[in-house]
């Protein structure tokens, strides 16, 4: 990094304008970060390309009907049979619906009776508001089950339908900034505890990091306002976890290094100075690298995948800088007393030549080619856990860790329902081939449950699937009645509806892995290509980070089926894994393999690897552990998805740094020494001999005894 920016953000009075310039920020933006929870669109139908047929149908669906509305579904139940008075009852409720119900989207349905005579199921539509509705499906629901409970005298009720769904969604998302903040700054700070042994230090890299995490989120809220941007509950806990994360291992390496500098400089502003020249440039491109990886899902076609890229790539942009500008100033300004107890002191020894990671690169050093083969080859075994990744779209039933209302809600109407008319799906065709349309459905066993409306030219067939809405056998049946539909000449058919959309989403997903993963592959490889000057290494690095990521799908895959027991994992669970894992696991690839490089100009490839080894495999373990945990945290929200994203990425994040950059990358440049830098200058620098580099090591292991 320039010496004359690392100057200017810790000089003696410039450090004190570097301070006041991020409180007058905060003070401006806090307010604006506090909107951006509020502005979350969670509409499934929002997540889809304008392209997607179910998209379509939504925009010409208020020609026919209220297109915001969607049943709320309560079931009365009873084992042995309802009872005259459980009939009564949920006749009498009806009427209560009417009154004490707002914004009713059309009329109240049933109670429509199970053949076997145990079950009543209820509809009471509702007239969702595309923005704010979503947030209060869960007082409403609440309102609808207090009625139903109300005198219920031992029979079951249950509140389920896409308003139950949608209110349990929403009930797991609620809090989930205050759930997701707090949690994360908890291991964090657990984390920095362990590692600085400072009941101080800590501080700094978590405050800056709240700092950067309010400033992205008041951006990304002017985004939303003014430009459209879609950020839904996915994208906005993912950000808070990344910035966090992100920032703090941004800070871990810029406080290692600093005090490493601390040792060689009895200044503490010069050794700022030298500890950002030094260490600015991996941390830049590391970010830089995360902020390109993120924007690469502006390639998506799915809004929400899409969305997902700008606000990760601004969240990344504000931790780069807060760990750049605002924690040197804060370093700087506080003094080297901030480290207490174990003050760095002007030329006390630095610990890192004799610790943990001097041994292991004692212990690859004479066999780094078993090494890395019996690594690589353990990493490989765990891919082998691919062949049990179900990568489908979970069912309402599947899509929650727990049991929530709306599920039992949805296995008792599985049990006693043929089909599903709560959750319609929705045909349009023209007028004139509506009866053709309508005799094809039919002779199929799809037919319409009501006459078509018509409005012009155009008119809209109403069907329905059996079992849940949201399950790979619904898919196949809209499968169906898309293929029927648009075989009626001159119909100009298009189908939609929940299931359709959901069908649509899992669609748009598979083809965005297809784009995306190159894409992303591609740009990383370019920028380690820069950054290092040489061909052979950075292609080598994306191989050890794909190998990586199938080691960390493929195990992921083994727990989340015999361990969790989850009937699946989200479709866009291996993107979202792949993107996070390259984007993220190249940062600990930069800030290795630039030490290894920068060490490797004075003493050779070979000599290098061990000393980068050494200085960064402690606070590349740490950074691995911060962001692992950080997105573990993801884990406590009661989402089947997010559970899996979570814990798949904290997995990979720790494979990548405790096995993958401290043992099979720096095993790879031992056996290989200098030509790992083909085709750059470096290839030609002459290595350490054996002789050199044993007794290098052997002088490293007198200093340790």
Same mark, same amino acid.
């Given at each position: 990094m320039d010496r004359r920016f690392a100057a200017l953000v810790c000089g003696r009075r410039s450090k004190y304008a570097v301070l006041v310039i991020w409180v007058v920020a905060l003070i401006a933006l806090g307010p604006l970060a506090g909107k951006l929870s509020g502005a979350q669109d969670n509409q499934t139908s929002s997540w889809l390309p304008a392209s997607a047929e179910s998209t379509k149908v939504y925009d010409e669906l208020g020609t026919f009907v209220d297109r915001n509305s969607m049943p709320a579904i309560v079931v009365y139940h009873r084992d042995n049979g309802l009872t005259a008075a459980d009939r009564a009852k949920a006749k009498a409720d009806v009427a209560t619906y009417k009154k004490q119900t707002p914004h009713l989207g059309g009329p109240i349905m049933g109670p429509i009776p199970s053949k076997d005579g145990t079950t009543l199921q209820t509809l009471v539509p509702l007239h969702v508001d595309p923005k704010s509705g979503w947030n209060d499906l869960p007082t409403t629901a609440k309102k609808i089950r207090a009625t139903a409970t109300d005198g219920a005298n031992g029979m079951s009720v249950h509140l389920g339908g896409p308003v139950g769904f949608g209110a349990d969604q929403a009930d797991a998302f609620a809090g989930i900034d205050g759930t997701l903040l707090f949690g994360t700054l908890g291991v964090v700070i657990l984390i920095l505890l362990l590692t600085y042994r400072s009941p101080v230090l800590w501080v700094l890299p978590i405050l800056s990091a709240g700092v950067a995490l309010t400033a992205a989120q008041a951006f990304i809220y002017l985004l939303v306002d003014h430009t459209g941007l879609t950020v839904n509950g996915q994208s906005y806990g993912i950000l808070t976890v990344l910035v966090i994360g992100a920032g703090t291992d941004y800070a871990l390496l810029l406080v290692a290094r600093y005090r490493e500098e601390l040792r060689r400089h009895e200044d503490r502003h010069e050794a700022m100075a030298f500890a950002l020249h030094r260490s600015g440039p991996a941390i830049f491109a590391s970010g830089s690298t995360v902020i390109l990886g993120m924007l690469c899902l502006l390639a998506a076609e799915m809004n929400s995948t899409k969305g997902l890229g700008p606000v990760a790539a601004l969240g990344v942009v504000f931790a780069l800088l807060a760990m750049l500008t605002l924690l040197p100033a804060l370093l700087v300004i506080l003094g080297r007393w901030v480290f207490w107890p174990r003050r760095p002191t002007y030329g006390s020894p630095e610990p890192t030549q004799s610790g943990?990671?001097?041994?292991?690169?004692?212990?690859?050093?004479?066999?780094?080619?078993?090494?890395?083969?019996? *690594? &690589?080859?353990?990493?490989?075994?765990? $891919?082998?856990?691919?062949? #049990?990744?179900?990568?489908? %779209?979970? =069912? /309402?039933?599947?899509?929650? *860790? &727990?049991?929530?209302?709306?599920?039992? $809600?949805?296995?008792?109407? #599985?049990?006693?329902?043929? %089909?599903? =008319? /709560?959750?319609?799906?929705?045909?349009?065709?023209?007028?004139?081939?509506?009866?053709?349309?309508?005799? #094809?459905?039919?002779?199929?066993?799809?037919?319409?449950?009501?006459?078509?409306?018509?409005?012009?030219?155009?008119?809209?067939?109403?069907?329905?699937?059996?079992?849940?809405?949201y399950?790979?056998?619904?898919?196949?049946?809209?499968?169906?009645?898309?293929?029927?539909?648009?075989?009626?000449?001159?119909?100009?058919?298009?189908?939609?509806?929940?299931?359709?959309?959901?069908?649509?989403?899992?669609?748009?997903?598979?083809h965005d892995v297809g784009v995306i993963i190159p894409l992303t592959l591609i740009v990383v490889l370019v920028i380690l290509g820069v950054l290092l000057r040489a061909i052979f290494a950075p292609v080598l690095l994306i191989l050890t980070v794909i190998v990586s990521f199938a080691a960390a799908l493929g195990l992921s895959s083994l727990v989340f089926h015999y361990v969790f027991g989850f009937a699946g994992t989200d479709p866009s669970l291996p993107l979202f894994v792949f993107v996070f894992l390259v984007a993220l696991g190249i940062d600990y690839n930069i800030f290795l393999m630039t030490r290894v490089r920068e060490e490797a100009r004075q003493h050779g490839t070979r000599r290098g690897a061990l000393v980068g080894l050494s200085a960064t495999g402690g606070v590349i373990t740490s950074a691995g552990l911060v962001l692992a945990s950080t997105f573990a945290v993801l884990g406590t929200l009661p989402l089947v998805a997010f559970a899996e994203i979570g814990f798949a990425v904290a997995l990979g994040v720790l494979i990548d740094t405790i096995i993958v950059r401290a043992v099979l990358v720096t095993a790879l440049t031992l056996d290989i020494g200098p030509k790992i830098w083909w085709p750059g200058s470096l290839r030609n620098v002459p290595d350490a001999s054996e002789e050199k580099i044993a007794a290098d090591a052997a002088e490293d292991a007198a200093a340790r005894v």
């Amino acid at each position: 990094m320039d010496r004359r920016f690392a100057a200017l953000v810790c000089g003696r009075r410039s450090k004190y304008a570097v301070l006041v310039i991020w409180v007058v920020a905060l003070i401006a933006l806090g307010p604006l970060a506090g909107k951006l929870s509020g502005a979350q669109d969670n509409q499934t139908s929002s997540w889809l390309p304008a392209s997607a047929e179910s998209t379509k149908v939504y925009d010409e669906l208020g020609t026919f009907v209220d297109r915001n509305s969607m049943p709320a579904i309560v079931v009365y139940h009873r084992d042995n049979g309802l009872t005259a008075a459980d009939r009564a009852k949920a006749k009498a409720d009806v009427a209560t619906y009417k009154k004490q119900t707002p914004h009713l989207g059309g009329p109240i349905m049933g109670p429509i009776p199970s053949k076997d005579g145990t079950t009543l199921q209820t509809l009471v539509p509702l007239h969702v508001d595309p923005k704010s509705g979503w947030n209060d499906l869960p007082t409403t629901a609440k309102k609808i089950r207090a009625t139903a409970t109300d005198g219920a005298n031992g029979m079951s009720v249950h509140l389920g339908g896409p308003v139950g769904f949608g209110a349990d969604q929403a009930d797991a998302f609620a809090g989930i900034d205050g759930t997701l903040l707090f949690g994360t700054l908890g291991v964090v700070i657990l984390i920095l505890l362990l590692t600085y042994r400072s009941p101080v230090l800590w501080v700094l890299p978590i405050l800056s990091a709240g700092v950067a995490l309010t400033a992205a989120q008041a951006f990304i809220y002017l985004l939303v306002d003014h430009t459209g941007l879609t950020v839904n509950g996915q994208s906005y806990g993912i950000l808070t976890v990344l910035v966090i994360g992100a920032g703090t291992d941004y800070a871990l390496l810029l406080v290692a290094r600093y005090r490493e500098e601390l040792r060689r400089h009895e200044d503490r502003h010069e050794a700022m100075a030298f500890a950002l020249h030094r260490s600015g440039p991996a941390i830049f491109a590391s970010g830089s690298t995360v902020i390109l990886g993120m924007l690469c899902l502006l390639a998506a076609e799915m809004n929400s995948t899409k969305g997902l890229g700008p606000v990760a790539a601004l969240g990344v942009v504000f931790a780069l800088l807060a760990m750049l500008t605002l924690l040197p100033a804060l370093l700087v300004i506080l003094g080297r007393w901030v480290f207490w107890p174990r003050r760095p002191t002007y030329g006390s020894p630095e610990p890192t030549q004799s610790g943990l990671w001097a041994r292991v690169g004692g212990f690859i050093r004479p066999r780094p080619r078993a090494v890395w083969l019996v *690594t &690589g080859g353990l990493l490989l075994l765990c $891919a082998l856990g691919l062949t #049990q990744l179900n990568s489908h %779209s979970l =069912s /309402s039933t599947e899509s929650f *860790t &727990g049991n929530p209302d709306s599920v039992t $809600a949805t296995k008792v109407l #599985q049990s006693h329902y043929r %089909s599903n =008319s /709560s959750d319609p799906v929705y045909v349009l065709v023209d007028t004139s081939q509506s009866e053709q349309a309508t005799k #094809q459905l039919s002779s199929a066993g799809f037919a319409p449950s009501a006459k078509p409306i018509i409005r012009g030219d155009r008119s809209l067939l109403q069907t329905s699937v059996s079992g849940d809405p949201y399950s790979s056998k619904a898919f196949d049946q809209v499968r169906e009645i898309r293929d029927i539909a648009h075989g009626v000449p001159g119909s100009h058919a298009m189908v939609g509806g929940t299931t359709a959309v959901t069908y649509d989403v899992q669609q748009a997903t598979d083809h965005d892995v297809g784009v995306i993963i190159p894409l992303t592959l591609i740009v990383v490889l370019v920028i380690l290509g820069v950054l290092l000057r040489a061909i052979f290494a950075p292609v080598l690095l994306i191989l050890t980070v794909i190998v990586s990521f199938a080691a960390a799908l493929g195990l992921s895959s083994l727990v989340f089926h015999y361990v969790f027991g989850f009937a699946g994992t989200d479709p866009s669970l291996p993107l979202f894994v792949f993107v996070f894992l390259v984007a993220l696991g190249i940062d600990y690839n930069i800030f290795l393999m630039t030490r290894v490089r920068e060490e490797a100009r004075q003493h050779g490839t070979r000599r290098g690897a061990l000393v980068g080894l050494s200085a960064t495999g402690g606070v590349i373990t740490s950074a691995g552990l911060v962001l692992a945990s950080t997105f573990a945290v993801l884990g406590t929200l009661p989402l089947v998805a997010f559970a899996e994203i979570g814990f798949a990425v904290a997995l990979g994040v720790l494979i990548d740094t405790i096995i993958v950059r401290a043992v099979l990358v720096t095993a790879l440049t031992l056996d290989i020494g200098p030509k790992i830098w083909w085709p750059g200058s470096l290839r030609n620098v002459p290595d350490a001999s054996e002789e050199k580099i044993a007794a290098d090591a052997a002088e490293d292991a007198a200093a340790r005894v």
